[in-house]
C-alpha cells in the first residue's frame, strides 16, 4: 500500500511540474475569470450563467487535461523506459497500475480544487454559491476519475498515444448519451445492432448519473448508490488494466 | 566462491513473439541464443559486444523484464527476481529518460521511497551520493536543465541509492566525460569493495578491461567467450582487450 501511495504522489508531482497540465489549468482560470463578462449580458440571471458557464469550463479544461496525462502515462513510460526504473524497485506491475491511478485521480481532484475554487469565490461573491455547487464540483471529479482509469486502460491496450487518446475522448462522449444509445437499442430489437449497442450500454461509464447540472436542480439522489458504481466500474477498469499490463510485454 | 546469477542455456527469440515480423519474415532483432555464464558473488562482470548482440536483452532477462522462451535464470538462489529481493538490486538502464519537470531531489526521494529507505536516512543518502558524483549544487534543479552526461549521473545515482547488493548497469559510461568516467569508475570499485556484484553492459572496452574480472564477449545473440581477466593479466602483460575484440569478432564474420 505504501508504494501505490508514493507512486501516486510522485505522478501528482510529476503532472503538477508539466508544462501542459499548467498550461491548460491558466487557461481554465482565465476562462472563469472571463465568464464574469457574461454578468453583463445575462439579465437578472447573471450569477447563474457564470456558475453553469464556469462549470462548464471547469469540466471541459480538465477533461482535456486528464484525457492527455492518462492516455499518454504509460505509452511514454514504456517508450522512455522510465517503467524499468519503478518496476525494478520491488513494485510490482499492478501495484505500478494502482500507483498512477490514484496520482492522476489525485491529479484530478487537485484541478477541481483550483479551477472549482477560483469559480467558488466569483460566485460567492455574486450571491449564487450554494451547497449545490460543491456536489456538482464533487461529481465533476468523479466522472473524470473514471475517465482517467480508462485512459490508463487505453495506453495499456494501445501502442499509440493518438489511439488512447481517441479512444479515451470517444468513451467520454459516449458516456454522455448511454440513455439515447439504450432507446436506440430498443427500436432495434433483433439485429446485431441491438447486441452491439447492449454491450456498449453495460460496458460504457453512466456519466448521465454525474452529470453536475442534472445534480444542481435535483434533490433526490441516492449517493450511496452512485459512489458505490463509482467504485466498482474503476475497480473493475483497474483490474481489466491490470490484467492486460500482466501480459503486455515491455 | 558464491554464485549470485547463474544463467543457463537461455535463448529469446523476437521474432517469434512478434506475430507480424514472423509473417514478414523480418529479422530486425536477433535476440540471443543459448546463453551460460555464472557471476561470482563480489566480482565484476562484463558484458561486451556490439549494437544489437543481444547484451541488453541478457540483462532484461536476468532482470526478469523479460522472460526467455528456454533457459533458466537464478539470482541469489531463486529462480525470479521478485519483491522485495529488488530492494538488494540496483539498475542503471541504457537509455532512460526522467521527468524533466521534476527536480532533482523530488526524484531522488520518489526512488528511495521505492526502495523503502527510511525519510531520516534518505536525504542524508541523497547529499553524499550526488556529493560524489558532482550534483550537489543542482540538487534542487529541474532536469530539464540537465545536459546528456548529467542525466546518465543521475542514473547512476538513483542505482546506487539503496547500497545495492548486486548492480546492473547498461552502457553507464555512456555520454560521459572523461573525468565522469573516472568518477564512475571509482564509485564501480568502492562498490566492488564493500561486496557488491557488478555487472555491466558497454562499448567503451578500455573500462572493462580495467575494471572488470571476467568478460563474456557475445555476438549476434550468441556467447563467444568468457575471459577470465585476472588469469590473462598473470599470463599476458600486454593483452589488449580491444584487439582481441577486434580480432575475434573478425574471424567470427570470415566463419
Known amino acids: 500500500m505504501k508504494k501505490i501511495l508514493t507512486i501516486g504522489k510522485y505522478t501528482l508531482k510529476e503532472n503538477i511540474s508539466n508544462k501542459v497540465f499548467n ?3 491558466y487557461f481554465g482560470v482565465l476562462s472563469i475569470f472571463f465568464t464574469t463578462l457574461l454578468d453583463e449580458v445575462a439579465l437578472y440571471e447573471g450569477g447563474r450563467v457564470i456558475r453553469d458557464s464556469g462549470l462548464f469550463f471547469t469540466e471541459f479544461l480538465i477533461m482535456l487535461i486528464i484525457v492527455y496525462i492518462s492516455s499518454t502515462y504509460v505509452i511514454k513510460a514504456v517508450t522512455e523506459k522510465s517503467i524499468y526504473l519503478v518496476l525494478t524497485k520491488a513494485v510490482t506491475k499492478s501495484k505500478y497500475i494502482m500507483g498512477i491511478n490514484l496520482g492522476i485521480i489525485y491529479s484530478v481532484f487537485c484541478n477541481v480544487l483550483v479551477m472549482g475554487g477560483i469559480l467558488g469565490i466569483i460566485l460567492y461573491i455574486q450571491g449564487e454559491f450554494d451547497w449545490w455547487y ?9 466522472k473524470l476519475s473514471i475517465l482517467s482509469s480508462l485512459g490508463i486502460f487505453f495506453s495499456i491496450i494501445s501502442d499509440s498515444a493518438v489511439t488512447s487518446t481517441i479512444f479515451t475522448l470517444f468513451t467520454y462522449i459516449l458516456g454522455h448519451g448511454v440513455m439515447e444509445i439504450k432507446a436506440i437499442s430498443e427500436k432495434l430489437t433483433g439485429t446485431v445492432f441491438q447486441w452491439i449497442l447492449d454491450l456498449l450500454y453495460i460496458i460504457l461509464p453512466k456519466f448521465n448519473l454525474l452529470n453536475y447540472k442534472d445534480h444542481l436542480i435535483t434533490t433526490d439522489i441516492n449517493y450511496l448508490l452512485i459512489i458505490g458504481y463509482i467504485i466498482v466500474y474503476i475497480t473493475c477498469v483497474i483490474t481489466a488494466t491490470n490484467i492486460v499490463f500482466q501480459r503486455k510485454r515491455l | 566462491m558464491k554464485k549470485i546469477i547463474s544463467v543457463k542455456d537461455i535463448s529469446l527469440d523476437y521474432k517469434e513473439r512478434d506475430i507480424f515480423k514472423k509473417i514478414m519474415g523480418s529479422n530486425g532483432s536477433i535476440g540471443i541464443e543459448d546463453i551460460s555464464f555464472d557471476v561470482e558473488k563480489g566480482k565484476i562482470f562484463s558484458i561486451i559486444g556490439l549494437n544489437g548482440s ?3 536483452s541478457t540483462l532484461k532477462c536476468i532482470l526478469g523484464l523479460m ?4 533457459g533458466e535464470i537464478e539470482v541469489f538462489g531463486k529462480k525470479k527476481l521478485e519483491g522485495t529481493d529488488f530492494e538488494k538490486v540496483g539498475y542503471l538502464p541504457e537509455i532512460s529518460y526522467y521527468p524533466k519537470s521534476m527536480k532533482l531531489i523530488d526524484l531522488m526521494r520518489y526512488y528511495g521511497e ?10 542524508k543518502k541523497i547529499d553524499i551520493i550526488l556529493t560524489k558524483l558532482d550534483l550537489i549544487s543542482r540538487k534542487n534543479d529541474r532536469l530539464e536543465k540537465f545536459s546528456k552526461g548529467m542525466v546518465q549521473k543521475v542514473g547512476i545515482a538513483q542505482a546506487i541509492l539503496n547500497d545495492p547488493k548486486l548492480l ?14 573516472e568518477m564512475v569508475i571509482e564509485i564501480i570499485l568502492e562498490l566492488k569493495s564493500k561486496g557488491t556484484t557488478i555487472f555491466f553492459n558497454t562499448h567503451i572496452l578500455e573500462d572493462v578491461a580495467n575494471i572488470a574480472d571476467k568478460v563474456a564477449i557475445i555476438n549476434k545473440g550468441r556467447l563467444v567467450e568468457i575471459l577470465d581477466m585476472e588469469k590473462i593479466a598473470l599470463k599476458q602483460d600486454d593483452f589488449l582487450l580491444k584487439d582481441y575484440f577486434i580480432k575475434t569478432l573478425s574471424e567470427l564474420r570470415v566463419d
Open chain 1, 23 to 25: 498550461g491548460i489549468l
Open chain 1, 134 to 142: 460543491i456536489r456538482a464540483l464533487f461529481f465533476i471529479g468523479l
Open chain 2, 54 to 56: 543481444g547484451k541488453t
Open chain 2, 67 to 70: 522472460k526467455p522462451d528456454k
Open chain 2, 114 to 123: 521505492l526502495y523503502n529507505i527510511s525519510k531520516g536516512d534518505l536525504d
Open chain 2, 168 to 181: 546492473f548497469l547498461d552502457e553507464p559510461m555512456s555520454g560521459l566525460d572523461p573525468l565522469a568516467r
